[in-house]
């Protein structure tokens, strides 16, 4: 199965460093099983909350995945409570096609869950993401990359942190090398998503809310930079 521009690059950030890598949130499993056939990791996770789904990947990877060198669980449940102390070594969470919102609420219950373990985080809200960025500052994460990808004719933002806050790169509420362009193209698409995302906080702020607020300011900070 071919990956979609933002799987692929979502797969493409994932180092080799990783004793597990989980797939959360996987729905048909296309990236772990991508993941799995570059054994990108000694043992591959797909979690999903949805039975039928989870069900249909087990299938598959019994069928398809059955020799490969990484070995592969799947787990039917909610990300939030990941058995992260069962399995030893060091842990990629990559957590795609889902909110801001709700990615927060996995990142801030597992970081509470597993305070001693270093976590690495490779997210990619549907929305929300200055919510998600705003709870990773908060919880003084380190930034290990951040890409911005279009795709089907939507904006994404990949974020790729640590728990540890011992790497150099801070995390920008509104993030910053995502606004940088290497070529005309990227350029185009950096203004397209800045102007989208301003004209949506500005909608928001009819509502006179404080986040909104914030927002706009923020984005409207980046628009005098460029």
């Not at 929305?127 to 951040?146: M, N, P, V």
């Not at 301003?198 to 909104?212: C, D, I, P, T």
Request: aromatic letters at 8%.
């Amino acid at each position: 199965m071919k990956l979609s521009n933002r799987l692929k690059h979502i797969e493409q950030l994932v180092s080799a460093d990783y004793t597990h890598i989980w797939d959360c949130c996987c729905d048909h499993g296309f990236l772990g099983t991508a993941l799995l056939a570059r054994q990108a990791a000694p043992h591959i996770h797909f979690v999903d909350i949805v039975p039928a789904l989870m069900q249909t990947v087990e299938d598959k990877l019994q069928r398809f995945y059955t020799q490969s060198a990484s070995t592969w669980t799947t787990h039917c449940m909610d990300v939030a409570a990941l058995p992260l102390h069962d399995y030893p070594g060091k842990h990629l969470v990559i957590i795609a096609g889902v909110g801001g919102d709700l990615i927060t609420t996995f990142i801030e219950r597992i970081h509470q869950q597993h305070p001693d373990l270093d976590i690495d985080f490779l997210v990619c809200p549907v929305h929300h993401q200055f919510t998600l960025r705003q709870k990773l500052c908060e919880l003084d994460f380190s930034l290990k990359h951040e890409v911005l990808v279009e795709d089907n004719h939507r904006f994404y933002e990949i974020i790729y942190v640590s728990s540890s806050a011992n790497d150099a790169m801070k995390i920008c509420s509104v993030g910053e090398k995502i606004w940088h362009a290497a070529t005309d193209e990227q350029a185009r698409t950096v203004e397209r998503y800045l102007e989208k995302t301003l004209s949506h906080y500005r909608r928001v702020q009819r509502s006179n809310r404080k986040e909104a607020d914030m927002a706009v300011a923020a984005y409207q900070a980046i628009t005098q930079k460029n």
